[in-house]
């Protein structure tokens, strides 16, 4: 083997194509995000943050991802060795994304779950996907709904509608909850779509670093005028949770995106499943008193079943290009 040959091997894209590089890191990223339900939920109780506390709850969500900005403005200045510096015409678009993908989803993605369970957040957390599906139809030529499409389109709706039934599938929702989560996906949707526009004129590190900081300062202004004294005594262990909430953000995106600059959308997205599958089971594991009843049985596999369908692409077809439903950031 000559030195050229050596040097093409070992280099970053050349691993990054590697499927068994490649799904490792896409599942250990999903199952990062999953991870955030349960760690959210024990945060509450360790900081004893009562769920009708919303300064609380706004800050608590201020101050994880002012954490993971910072991660990611010194991974872009110390790893990628790239100015994070923007134009103030993208500077005001970058703080509408900040608004909406942060600041709006995360105030009714906090609140909501301190409204429901773990593993009901973790499986309404997916409508996100399914809405940015449906936006994109409205939105560009080249990403219409088909058949495939709206099979798991109902079958990821099926499933948000059997996780709000009760034992009997009798109405089991409240607006505070399951309705703030629904919310969350939707704002989540809106700003992935208006994302996909900017990603084409900054490097999605750049804006995904930004729009968690501006997102961020919002929240922590909203919240604190409104925070109690005495309220978010951190203890190591809750210091230790929200050290990890913000290093999941990071991580998760960083490797996210550096498998999805080198595979198909389609290739990788389809291991998006594993977030609301992991969040429910890990949120068995570790949050007391939830199991997983029959209908989150269900609702979790129709939920999976949604996921994958949608983001299934054949082998063979084009598309070099990330889908607008792989722009979006997670949990």
């Known amino acids: 083997m000559d030195l050229r040959t050596q040097k093409k091997d070992s280099s970053p894209q050349n691993y990054l194509q590697r499927k068994y590089l490649v799904i490792p890191i896409a599942l250990f990223c999903a199952i990062l995000w999953g991870s955030a339900f349960p760690v959210l939920k024990i945060s509450y109780e360790e900081l004893r943050i009562a769920a009708d506390d919303q300064s609380a709850i706004i800050v608590l969500a201020g101050m994880r991802f002012l954490l993971a900005g910072?991660?990611?403005?010194?991974?872009?200045?110390?790893?990628?060795?790239?100015?994070p510096k923007v134009s103030w015409k993208?500077?005001?678009?970058?703080?509408?994304?900040?608004?909406?993908?942060?600041?709006?989803?995360?105030?009714?993605f906090y609140n909501g779950l301190a409204h429901t369970s773990g593993m009901k957040g973790a499986i309404l957390s997916s409508a996100s996907i399914f809405f940015v599906v449906i936006l994109a139809h409205f939105v560009y030529?080249?990403?219409?709904?088909?058949?495939?499409?709206?099979?798991?389109?109902?079958?990821?709706?099926?499933?948000?509608?059997?996780?709000?039934?009760?034992?009997?599938?009798?109405?089991?929702?409240?607006?505070?909850g399951e309705g703030y989560m629904i919310l969350s996906g939707l704002a989540n949707a809106l700003?992935?779509?208006?994302?996909?526009?900017i990603s084409k004129k900054i490097h999605p590190f750049v804006m995904t670093a930004w729009q968690m900081l501006l997102g961020s300062l919002l929240l922590i202004a909203v919240g604190l005028p409104g925070l109690r004294p005495g309220t978010m005594i951190f203890t190591h262990k809750a210091l230790l949770l929200l050290v990890y909430s913000g290093?999941?953000?990071?991580?998760?995106?960083s490797l996210w995106y550096a498998i999805l600059k080198y595979n198909k959308a389609g290739e990788i997205s389809v291991y998006k499943f594993m977030t609301p599958v992991s969040g429910a089971f890990l949120a068995v594991l570790f949050i007391p008193g939830e199991s997983?009843?029959?209908?989150?049985?269900?609702?979790?596999v129709l939920v999976a079943i949604g996921v994958i369908v949608v983001n299934y692409q054949a082998r063979g077809s084009k598309n070099p290009a990330?889908?607008?439903?792989?722009a979006g950031d997670n949990h």
């Open 70 to 83: 910072l991660l990611l403005f010194m991974l872009l200045v110390l790893g990628v060795r790239r100015s």
């Open 90 to 108: 993208v500077f005001g678009q970058l703080f509408l994304l900040g608004l909406l993908q942060i600041s709006l989803q995360y105030y009714f």
């Open 141 to 176: 030529t080249d990403d219409r709904l088909d058949w495939r499409k709206i099979i798991g389109l109902i079958a990821g709706f099926a499933g948000i509608v059997v996780i709000n039934s009760g034992q009997n599938f009798t109405l089991d929702f409240s607006w505070q």
């Open 191 to 197: 700003g992935t779509i208006w994302a996909k526009g």
């Open 247 to 253: 290093f999941l953000s990071a991580t998760a995106f």
């Open 292 to 300: 997983l009843t029959r209908n989150m049985f269900i609702a979790l």
């Open 322 to 326: 990330a889908k607008p439903q792989d």
